[in-house]
Structure formats: C-alpha cells, structure tokens
C-alpha cells in the first residue's frame, strides 16, 4: 500500500536559516507528489507539485522541492525562513485512480526571531 | 476567483446526533473530495465525487455518507456520532476527469466537535 512519511514531527529554525523539511513515499508507480502547507485553524494550501519532468520544482512563497527516485524521496527546502512560514506542512501522494491523496503526519515548523 | 468554500465554520454536536456538512468547489471543477483530520494528523480521504458519481471511497463506517449535487457541490453526511468523530472536515476540488491526477484544492475546512 502506498504511504508517505514525514520523520520529523517537530522542527524549530531561526529566521533567515535555510530549511529542509523530509519527505518518503512508498509508490510502486511513477507517483505524484504534493507539498501543502496549513496555518492553525485553517485549510491546506498547495505549495507545489511534481508530476513529471523536471525533478526540481519551485512553488509559492520561496519554496522548492526535488523528487529523487533513488531515494523515494521529495524533500521541501527554502533558502531563508521568514517568521511567517510559522505552519504545519504535508506531503502527499496520490494513490488509485481517483486522485485520492495520502498524506504524511505533518511537520510542525516553528520560526525563532 | 473564489476558492473552495465550507460551511459551517464551526459545529458543536452530541452523540448520537446527525450532521451535515456542506462544499461547493471552485467554479468550473467537477470533482470534489472530502478528508477528515484529527487533530495532530495527516487529513484521511473519506469520498471522491465526480458528475454526481461517487468514485472513490475511504475506510470510513457506512455512518458517513455523501451526495453531489448538479451544481457540483457537496454534502458530507454523518450519522449517529460519535467522539471520535470530532476532527476537522475538509473539502478539495478538482478539474479532475475520472481516472486521471489533478491538483486539489482545499477549503478552509469546518471543525465538528462531539460531546
């Protein structure tokens, strides 16, 4: 069965430090990947995809990911945080032939000033 | 353009009691999925709808159930609730023909707590 996995729960970085947020999916397929991010309270908001081509793909608010099949991996990174990246975020992967979305457990960011 | 909108925000239900929740997708998407996330938790997928059709279905109890209506909004039903079914409901739309992959995009969700 496909499932995704986010081995950090929790991650505190200073503002303006680099970030990397891990990402591992289990897929037999070619898969599709998904970051999105969710304020408290809120919704998910996509921040980018893969769903071919290039294996590194830049989204919204800074944000890039790379999808390395070796690796099973699409880990999310931004050059320098910014107290507002304050959020929890999801990686996911579609599964079936429904667009049905398996996520992660979430990565919990915390912005130090 | 508007996004994904859910209604209520917020619902404060009983055991035992029913709810309905309710969706409408960005204009021109004909797909909507429903997800459940407890609190501290990845969202679950619970329906796909697409044309009024259900396509896909969750590992959820036969208490919750779904309709599509021919606008291509949404209602989430849930009988007879329980505790455990408190969590935050989220709704995702989508382009989507069946059988293919497309970007989903979520609505802001509405928080059902069960007492």
């Known amino acids: 069965a496909q499932s995704v996995t986010q081995p950090d729960i929790h991650i505190t970085v200073s503002e303006g430090a680099s970030l990397e947020l891990r990402c591992n999916y289990s897929y037999g397929a070619t898969p599709y990947l998904f970051w999105y991010v969710q304020s408290p309270g809120q919704g998910l908001q996509l921040l980018l995809k893969?769903?071919?081509?290039?294996?590194l793909v830049q989204g919204i608010k800074g944000f890039e990911a790379e999808f390395k099949r070796s690796q099973s991996s699409f880990n999310l990174r931004k050059p320098s945080v910014h107290w507002s990246d304050a959020a929890e975020y999801f990686c996911?992967?579609?599964?079936?032939?429904?667009?049905?979305?398996?996520f992660g457990a979430g990565t919990r960011l915390a912005v130090h000033p | 353009d508007a996004g994904v909108t859910q209604s209520p925000t917020h619902l404060i239900k009983t055991r035992g009691q029913h709810v309905t929740l309710r969706c409408s997708p960005i204009s021109g998407h004909k797909s909507v999925s429903w997800y459940q996330q407890v609190l501290g938790q990845g969202p679950q997928f619970i329906f796909q709808?697409?044309?009024?059709?259900?396509?896909g279905r969750g590992n959820f109890p036969d208490r919750f159930s779904a309709r599509q209506f021919p606008n291509y909004s949404s209602e989430l039903n849930v009988n007879a609730l329980l505790l455990g079914d408190s969590a935050l409901y989220l709704c995702?739309?989508?382009?989507?023909?069946?059988?293919?992959?497309?970007?989903?995009?979520f609505g802001p969700g509405t928080r059902l707590t069960v007492l």
């Open positions: 996911a992967v579609v599964s079936g032939g429904y667009n049905k979305l398996i």
């Open positions: 709808y697409y044309e009024k059709e259900e396509r």
């Open positions: 995702a739309s989508s382009l989507l023909s069946s059988g293919g992959t497309d970007t989903q995009y």
């Open positions: 893969y769903f071919s081509g290039d294996t």
